[in-house]
């Protein structure tokens, strides 16, 4: 190899080590879920925005999926931005306790977690700690004061509680995540936002899921006693 040969290789071979690393965008595999959950927020927002105060962050709670995935979703919808943790829902909707909600109810006394928009007020002390009441906004969800439908605190809303029993205990009623997670509640939900509850079954991948069961409604008649309805939710 002729000297000028060999100088023009290491010059080469310099300047390509010179030259940056090709940097590859990483792909965001919630992408679609995350957009599909931005336009629920401002649909819901638009309405029932009269009774908001806050618009910028909008909290989705996913009673299509187990309670094994992460279904409660912080919606900024400044930043377009989704960030999703475990939530569990209530006894009365999932008496076998397999980790699928399969009833909503309105009802007080009927332990079930209720779906419809609702609006966060601000902490309160209460039994299980710092929690947030909540405002019903729909006729799904009317009784939430009086039947102490709030957001708090649970041991067994935990991860680890999914890596011991695969599900989350259940709550009486109310939106319970862990309490590593629910200083995020208090700081980004609370005041007067949007909280709303439905059976989206979005999975991760933003595919629809339906649930194994078919969903209900236990309401209660006009003259006393309760019956069920098939929930239509969002199918």
Known sequence: MKRRDLLKGTIAAGAAAALPARVFAQVNPTASR???LIAIAREQLDRVGADIWKKDIVGIADF??????QRFHFVDLVNERVESFF???GTGSDSEHDGWLKRYSNIEGSEATSRGAYMTRSWYRGRYGTSIRLDGLDPTNSNALPRAIVMHPAEYARPEHIGRWGKLGR????????????AKV???LSGGRLLYA???????????????IAQTELLRRPGGGT????NPGVF
């Open 198 to 212: 439905e059976s989206l079954g979005l999975a991760a991948d933003g595919s629809r899921r339906m649930p194994p």
């Open 64 to 69: 299509g999926l187990h309670s094994a995935n």
């Open 87 to 89: 939530v569990s829902h």
């Open 186 to 188: 208090l700081l980004d």
């Open 34 to 36: 995350d957009r599909q």
């Open 227 to 230: 019956f069920e309805r098939t």
């Open 171 to 182: 709550s009486n009623g109310c939106f319970a995540l862990g309490p590593d997670q629910f």
